[in-house]
């Protein structure tokens, strides 16, 4: 039964429409304070919108219970009945569904703790656990549920960064596998990206874009989209287009790319992810701009340069590189772009044209 | 500031327990930027106290600027903490949040506001300043913190314990900026506890890897990448970690699942017979569509678009290994071929490298 929100409204949530299609995964991808949360409540039951309507097959949803429903909410503060072992926490909502058989809840408890690897916690009670292996634990309990909507809420931030990561891969396969409708609320772009599945980018109460996480990637809709999408967020250049022209400074023309071609002339802000700066030209039609080292981060396997442009009036830039590639602090560099990776907004923020790769 | 060493430290919580911290002996260096790294329960947090003075260690000895400290009390170590959540007092101002551990040490009134001006200075807070800090976000509150533990002269070291927990990945990304700008600005001496690789890596000069209560490697971002001693520090480091196969030495090849891969016999001395692993780093497989000399037939499972790279899933014969590939790349479909550059290949008994 397809989940149905229309013109919703509560809160700093405004004009909030979208369907979730039976077995879906969504994401909804946004800041902390982006109204995740709220709008995870609403689809839930638990609070009654201001204006307009969440429907089930129809039926408002506030009107019947959750547990009518089959609805689970995962909550980034996990909740575990503390007077239960892991294995009863994990087995409740089966057991509660009765015609399971004693054997298939054993079966279905040992296989999803073994998925999230508490399996050798099963005889522990939650206060013997880490913060970690409780969310866990809570999250092995809303998976054990068949059909039904699931809404899991940021259900991995409390969770060590390693382990995050080797969830956050596993997930997208065990979601693959459950009929539920899955909704999950992360702020965190790299988790939209590994989880796959459709993108809902939500900022101060309002839906900016849907569709798929490595599309919204590719093809921002506005200039906030693009900064809420990747760490470090996409860079800004402000340039013109001028017949068949690209100027981002006096120095720094090209011919203009064709994913340009059809654009009006006039000022526009360019975008570029971090990593397709380069520090060196990767073509001879490459742009390229001076900038100073502010600062250079080295991760081992990466190096993230921030780098302050020669011209006063631009924004910071940050040049994501593959390998360690020190600089010297106020040393001077140039970054070098290749028209072909520039995103076009116009003055408004709105996508004119995305890059041509 | 300061610099600290530990040597030989060990830690039990009760006479039957495990040691939470085993056999530990190092220095931070006056004006490090330090980071300690480990998963949960291996032992950093019972490190960072023993260092702020919250525990006292069953052995061994700490010692500030050469002065033996093991037993000082945690006031009279001039060690400062900032912890996962921001500490703040919320009904005063920015300032006076800044000013008050100056004015609980008694420092004259105008050199408070000389030192509360030039700490705000260095962390943006100048504007803020008069700002009451209930009216803060999450991230400039702990940048308040983050001044409130450097704010005084006599401070020997600052600890910051997952500084980070409660703030926006997007918002991380600025502080960290900020840290490593007090860091230059400042030189003080600071050592900062992490799960995450990200804010140690990036943070840091020195990285103390750590598991199960012990310290497993201490190296630059770059050692622990390039060469970890450790197959748990391959794995523990990257995004993700090294991938490990089984193999056997012959001559001046390796023999993994039954082919055969040229090694660099330069790299380390004769292991003997037995068992081995190869670890290789995601980042340093080359995948190809077409076969190219040296290069080993994979099945592909998957790829997933990441952004700015895909992440693919292989496997040789039953093996499965993970390939790092670059945003552009072309990806083969079905089947490829992996090479395995012998400069990056490095070989592991019973989890420690050889060399």
Known sequence: MTLCLEGVARGGLAGIDFELEDGSLTVLLGPTGAGKTSLLRLMAGLDKPAAGRVTQGGVDVHRVTPRQRKVGFVHQRFVNYPAKTVYENIAAPLRQAQRVSRSEVDAKVRAIAEMLRIDGLLERRPSELSGGQQQRTALARALTREGGLLLLDEPLVNLDYKLREELGAELRAIFARRSATLVFATSDPSEALALGGRTLVLDAGRVLQTGSAIDVYRRPASVRVGELTSVPPMNWISGRLASGRLQLEPSSEVVRPSQFEALPDGAYRFGVRPHHLQLDPSSPHSLKLTATVELSELSGSETFLHLRPADAGRAPLVAHQAGTRPRSIGERVDVFIDPKRLHAFDEAGRLAAASGL | ?355
């Open chain 2, 1 to 355: 500031m300061a610099r600290i060493d530990i040597e030989d430290v060990a830690h039990r919580y009760t006479a039957d327990a495990a040691w939470a911290v085993d056999a530990l002996t190092h220095s931070f260096r006056d004006g490090s930027a330090s980071a300690i790294l480990g998963p949960s329960g291996c032992g950093k947090t019972t490190l960072l106290s023993i260092l702020s003075g919250l525990l006292h260690p069953t052995r061994g000895t700490l010692r500030i600027d050469g002065r033996e400290a093991t037993g000082l009390p945690p006031r009279q170590r001039k060690i400062a903490q900032v912890f996962q959540f921001p500490v703040v007092y919320e009904a005063m101002t920015v300032f006076e949040n800044l000013a008050f551990p100056l004015r609980n040490g008694g420092m004259a009134k105008d050199e408070v506001k000389t030192r509360v001006k030039a700490t705000a200075e260095l962390l943006g807070l100048t504007a803020s300043l008069d700002r009451r800090a209930s009216g803060l976000s999450a991230d400039e509150q702990q940048i308040v913190s983050l001044g409130r533990g450097l704010i005084r002269p006599d401070t020997a070291a600052l600890l910051l314990d997952e500084p980070l927990t409660v703030i926006d990945p997007l918002r991380r990304w600025e502080i960290r900026q900020k840290l490593r700008h007090v860091h230059q600005e400042t030189n003080a001496t600071l050592v900062y506890v992490t799960h995450d690789q990200t804010e140690a890596l990036t943070f840091a000069d020195e990285v103390v890897v750590m598991d199960q209560g012990r310290v497993m490697q201490v190296g630059t971002p770059r050692e622990l990448f390039e060469t970890p001693k450790h197959a748990f520090v391959g794995h523990f480091i990257g995004s993700p970690g090294m991938n490990f196969l089984p193999c056997r030495l012959a001559g001046r090849e390796l023999l993994v699942d039954g082919h055969r891969l040229p090694v660099d016999r330069n790299a380390f001395t004769d292991p003997g017979s037995g068992e081995l692993e190869l670890g290789i780093r995601p980042e340093f497989l080359e995948l190809a569509r077409e076969e190219v000399d040296g290069a080993l037939p994979v099945r592909i499972r998957s790829a997933s678009a990441l952004g700015d790279h895909h992440l693919v899933r292989v496997a040789l014969g039953e093996r499965p290994l993970q390939v790092r590939v670059p945003d552009g790349t072309p990806i083969p479909t079905e089947c490829g071929f992996l090479r395995f550059p012998p400069e990056w290949i490095r070989l592991y008994r019973d989890g420690r490298l050889l060399t």
